[in-house]
């Protein structure tokens, strides 16, 4: 049974398209590239989970597809969230880094410019080090993706320029 992504509790996101005489097993090639860029930082606290998720209604309206999902397992910021994505369209595969954040915890913050939000995480923090856990995090997915990007993308090189990582 998949997982429920609630796409509403997206904050922050960057999309990449590449074109690829055959795309077949590329979304897999993603997430597997990026749970391994993950697992290999020994990154403290961090939950892995590469799973079948589930947006939109129950019965209209909703897909249902696999994706990486990382978190922290005992943190002040087990709210948040990075996602790993990629959708196949013929063959043309758009990738996705999903930043999420619970909408009940944060509810305050919800609706708000990126900055915004990421200035209501950092005035909750108690330390300069829980602010850099929650940016650790946040690196880690655009570090992660980034890399993941360089493999995948035959036309990189080219176009890395048009990567812009919003804040």
């Not at 690829?20 to 961090?46: D, M």
């Not at 944060?106 to 609706?111: I, S």
């Not at 993706?145 to 990567?163: G, H, I, V, Y």
Request: net charge neutral.
């Amino acid at each position: 049974m998949a997982l429920k992504f609630d796409f509403a509790s997206v904050y922050d996101y960057t999309n990449w398209i590449v074109t690829y005489p055959s795309a077949q097993g590329f979304q897999e090639r993603f997430l597997r590239k990026a749970e391994q860029v993950i697992a290999n930082t020994e990154f403290p606290g961090i939950e892995l989970e590469i799973a079948e998720f589930r947006s939109g209604g129950w019965l209209a309206q909703k897909e249902v597809t696999p994706m990486l999902s990382v978190s922290f397992r005992k943190s002040q910021f087990s709210k948040l969230g990075i996602y790993f994505r990629a959708q196949t369209f013929g063959n043309v595969v758009l990738y996705s880094l999903l930043s999420t954040v619970d909408k009940g915890f944060w509810n305050a913050l919800q609706g708000k410019p990126t900055m915004e939000i990421i200035a209501g995480i950092r005035a909750k923090c108690q330390n300069w080090a829980q602010f850099e856990e929650f940016t650790a995090l946040t690196e880690l997915g655009s570090l992660t993706f980034r890399l993941a990007m360089e493999e995948l993308d035959p036309t990189w090189e080219q176009n890395k320029s048009l990567l812009h990582l919003k804040r």
